[in-house]
């Protein structure tokens, strides 16, 4: 099955810089890879999402890179605010929501002010 | 257009009892699949469901069962729990099963 592997598991950046969350996956076939963030207590909400075909995506100030070859994909957010604070999650998955998404172990970002 | 609904938000059992934890999908989503979250094993698939039909199932015991009605409500039920079933147990719905879900509150189980 798939193996998704998640780096770091902790990311402390000043306010205003960047950051950037690494996964890399096992299985060749993995076409979808969605990021999710969790604030404490909440559920994890989608915050950006890359198709296989597909190797960059942009959203405001988050954008995800995806390089096949390598089988990894990466979450890049830019000029980092407080209410970034949270758990992220990546996943993957060859088969949609119907063989279930298999996720990363999560990376805490902290954003120092 | 709402959400995806949990039901019950918070619980506690005892070791042996079982639970039956409820979703309602987003209307018109037709697909629903269940999570188990932990700290130490983070974000597990455990089945999904659609049209009434178990599609895929993860790698959890046969205590974990789940069914999906007509009107595309899921729930899933845990029989003789241990205290290793403590865990947030989240739904998610998608229109016809795919890429995108979307999850649920979810449910916090503790056993004692």
């Known amino acids: 099955g798939e193996n998704v592997e998640q780096h770091p598991s902790t990311l402390s950046v000043q306010e205003g810089d960047s950051a950037v969350i690494k996964c890399t996956y096992s299985?060749?076939?993995?076409?979808?890879f969605p990021w999710y963030k969790q604030e404490l207590g909440k559920r994890p909400q989608l915050i950006i999402d890359?198709?296989?075909?597909?190797g960059e995506k942009k959203d405001q100030r988050i954008a995800v890179t995806l390089n096949k070859t390598a089988k990894h994909f990466s979450l890049h957010i830019t000029e980092t605010q407080p209410e970034d604070s949270a758990v992220y999650f990546c996943?993957?998955?060859?088969?949609?929501?119907?063989?279930?998404?298999?996720f990363g172990k999560g990376t805490h970002l902290i954003i120092q002010p | 257009k709402a959400g995806v609904t949990q039901t019950p938000r918070y619980l506690i059992k005892t070791r042996g009892q079982q639970v039956t934890l409820s979703c309602s999908p987003i209307?018109?989503?037709?697909?629903v699949s269940w999570y188990q979250q932990t700290p130490g094993q983070g974000l597990q698939f455990l089945f999904e469901?659609?049209?009434?039909?178990?599609?895929n199932k993860g790698n959890f015991p046969g205590r974990f069962s789940g069914r999906q009605f007509s009107n595309s409500r899921s729930e899933m039920n845990v029989s003789t729990l241990e205290l290793g079933d403590s865990a947030l147990y989240l739904c998610?719905?998608?229109?016809?099963?795919?890429?995108?879900?979307?999850f649920g509150e979810g449910s916090w189980l503790t056993v004692v």
């Open positions: 469901y659609f049209s009434e039909t178990q599609r």
């Open positions: 890359i198709r296989s075909n597909v």
């Open positions: 299985d060749s076939a993995s076409n979808y």
């Open positions: 209307s018109g989503h037709r697909s």
């Open positions: 996943a993957a998955t060859s088969g949609g929501g119907a063989d279930g998404l298999t």
């Open positions: 998610a719905s998608s229109s016809d099963g795919g890429n995108t879900i979307y």
